[in-house]
């Protein structure tokens, strides 16, 4: 990957060839779509969970803080 630099301004900006922007913003798009499923799995195991959730005091009481 060839890439060079251009500074306009005070801010500075890289240009690369188009074919390795295209497969960064593939692999970016990948990476978006894979997180995107992981958080729907967390979600659905959250909603398959069959223990009911526990009030602060019993967890209190169960450290034995309380």
């Given at each position: 990957?060839?890439?060079?630099?251009?500074?306009?301004?005070k801010r500075e900006y890289v240009l690369l060839p188009r074919k390795d922007f295209d497969r960064l913003q593939r692999q970016a798009e990948q990476i978006r779509e894979e997180e995107a499923e992981d958080v729907a799995e967390s979600v659905r195991r959250?909603?398959?969970?069959?223990?009911k959730?526990?009030?602060?005091?019993?967890?209190?009481?169960?450290?034995?803080?309380a």
């Open positions: 990957m060839t890439v060079s630099t251009v500074r306009i301004g959250l909603h398959d969970a069959k223990e959730p526990i009030s602060w005091e019993q967890v209190k009481r169960r450290a034995g803080l």
